[in-house]
T-cell receptor, first 114, second 115 residues
Framework: GAVVSQHPSRVICKSGTSVKIECRSL??????MFWYRQFPKKSLMLMAT?????????EQGVEKDKFLINHASLTLSTLTVTSAHPEDSSFYIC??????????FGPGTRLTVL | AQSVTQLDSQVPVFEEAPVELRCNYS??????LFWYVQYPNQGLQLLLK??????LVKGINGFEAEFNKSQTSFHLRKPSVHISDTAEYFC?????????????FGKGTLLTVNP
């Protein structure tokens, strides 16, 4: 149990377009979902925390108007990168937690902005 | 604010050798500690966690870690590594006491197991 999926696994887009990444908890209801960004050979940087039905809480330095997070249900959160630029190219990972103390991570989405 | 330091960015070892990946944390409150493994182009998989109780924690794939409160360390060990253990390993701390599950990650240690 506790499987988290992400879609798509890879996406290539043109500069200026928007890209939506989905994060789903497949076999449990996630009280909280997290979005991370990982640069090459770097650690995971927490971008935001989202709870179902409420606005996401963004970490300092993360532009909430650029990285739109929607957590519409207990099993789905989406991250939309708006007006993407090449510097937004990265590996985006989501995680989900249920009533407990462990985060379950998705497989990640590789975003490349041309 | 809490921080996590992984002292070695890369650790090369030979197959069947023992390995220790070091992790130190800073926190003034009780913490939960985690080790995750990441294979190339994949998400993170939990190896083991310390929440309370016994300071020696056993995880998957033969890994174990020991929580040392006085030294604020949580080093990961395996007595005999395999080629398939080659991956990036991340130490993480949750010092919210489980109230918000937010994790702070170390920068990672790349373990390379050579034949």
């Amino acid at each position: 149990g506790a499987v988290v999926s992400q879609h798509p696994s890879r996406v290539i887009c043109k500069s200026g377009t928007s890209v939506k990444i989905e994060c789903r908890s497949l076999d449990f209801q996630a009280t909280t979902m997290f979005w991370y960004r990982q640069f090459p050979k770097k650690s995971l940087m927490l971008m935001a925390t989202s709870n179902e039905g409420s606005k996401a809480t963004y970490e300092q330095g993360v532009e909430k108007d650029k990285f739109l997070i929607n957590h519409a249900s207990l099993t789905l959160s989406t991250l939309t990168v708006t007006s993407a630029h090449p510097e937004d190219s990265s590996f985006y990972i989501c995680s989900a937690t249920r009533r407990g103390n462990e985060q379950f991570f998705g497989p990640g989405t590789r975003l490349t902005v041309l | 604010a809490q921080s996590v330091t992984q002292l070695d960015s890369q650790v090369p070892v030979f197959e069947e050798a023992p390995v220790e990946l070091r992790c130190n944390y800073s926190s003034s409150v009780s913490v939960y500690l985690f080790w995750y493994v990441q294979y190339p182009n994949q998400g993170l998989q939990l190896l083991l966690k310390y929440l309370s109780g016994s300071t020696l924690v056993k995880g998957i794939n033969g890994f174990e870690a020991e929580f040392n409160k006085s030294q604020t360390s949580f080093h990961l060990r395996k007595p005999s590594v395999h080629i398939s253990d080659t991956a990036e390993y991340f130490c993480a701390v949750d010092n919210s006491g489980g109230s918000n599950y937010k994790l702070t990650f170390g920068k990672g240690t790349l373990l390379t197991v050579n034949p």
